[in-house]
């Protein structure tokens, strides 16, 4: 019998260690022969660093990943959620593409600091242009365009750029081992019996939104 995909319920921001759970999950399936991956994706977005690197992971992986939009994909996680080969969305879901922004928190800043980082947001904002455009039919232009008039895309929006290959309320078969990463005050990941005797497994993660 073919084994089911892992399942991994992303509903978090993209930070470190939610980003670092979701790479430990996948190395962990693949050290025990998982082929493939459903990813659930809910997320208001966060690091453009941690989501830049875990798309570049998805991509290069051996295995099959499919994302899944199940609520509101934004920001850097559009970015995420292009990490899969194959990808959907619920009928009732957004996506958000907004520009890139840096936080100043009392820091002083010179001439030269202020152009270094100037700098790295336009790479940056370069950067995604060219991740959603290699997986849509926009071009880099055109997605940059949309990206800085802070585009919402409904799923049939979605789908006719190319970001969406379908649409699908069905999340994963019954009896999946689902893991679930979230983001919540909590000091260590929970582990629990699932009815159909699977494994479920919970990281939390502790942060602030980026």
């Given at each position: 019998?073919?084994?089911?995909?892992?399942?991994?319920?992303?509903?978090?921001?993209?930070?470190?260690?939610?980003?670092?759970?979701?790479?430990?999950a996948i190395?962990?399936?693949?050290?025990?022969?998982?082929?493939?991956?459903?990813?659930?994706?809910?997320?208001?977005?966060?690091?453009?660093?941690?989501?830049?690197?875990?798309?570049?992971?998805?991509?290069?992986?051996?295995?099959?990943?499919?994302?899944?939009?199940?609520?509101?994909?934004?920001?850097?996680?559009?970015?995420?959620?292009?990490?899969?080969?194959?990808?959907?969305?619920?009928?009732?879901?957004?996506?958000?593409?907004?520009?890139?922004?840096a936080g100043?928190?009392?820091?002083?800043?010179?001439?030269?600091?202020?152009?270094?980082?100037?700098?790295?947001?336009?790479?940056?904002?370069?950067?995604?242009?060219?991740?959603?455009?290699?997986?849509?039919?926009?071009?880099?232009?055109?997605?940059?365009?949309?990206?800085?008039?802070?585009?919402?895309?409904?799923?049939?929006?979605?789908?006719?750029?190319?970001?969406?290959?379908?649409?699908?309320?069905?999340?994963?078969?019954?009896?999946?081992?689902?893991?679930?990463?979230?983001?919540?005050?909590?000091?260590?990941?929970?582990?629990?019996?699932?009815?159909?005797?699977?494994?479920?497994?919970?990281?939390?993660?502790?942060?602030?939104?980026?």
């Amino acid at each position: 019998m073919p084994r089911k995909p892992t399942v991994i319920k992303f509903f978090a921001p993209v930070i470190d260690i939610t980003i670092n759970a979701l790479m430990s999950a996948i190395d962990k399936g693949m050290a025990q022969g998982v082929t493939e991956f459903i990813i659930l994706i809910s997320c208001p977005g966060g690091s453009v660093f941690h989501g830049l690197s875990a798309y570049n992971y998805l991509k290069g992986l051996p295995v099959s990943i499919t994302t899944h939009n199940f609520g509101s994909v934004d920001s850097i996680g559009v970015v995420l959620f292009c990490g899969g080969g194959k990808r959907l969305s619920v009928p009732q879901a957004r996506f958000l593409l907004h520009g890139v922004g840096a936080g100043f928190r009392n820091e002083r800043l010179e001439e030269s600091q202020l152009e270094e980082r100037l700098k790295g947001l336009k790479i940056d904002m370069e950067n995604i242009a060219k991740v959603i455009a290699a997986n849509t039919s926009k071009a880099v232009d055109g997605v940059t365009k949309a990206i800085l008039e802070r585009t919402t895309l409904n799923p049939e929006e979605a789908k006719a750029w190319g970001l969406v290959h379908d649409i699908k309320s069905e999340l994963f078969e019954i009896g999946s081992e689902v893991i679930s990463i979230q983001h919540q005050q909590q000091q260590r990941p929970q582990r629990w019996p699932s009815p159909n005797g699977h494994s479920n497994r919970s990281y939390s993660a502790i942060g602030h939104f980026v």
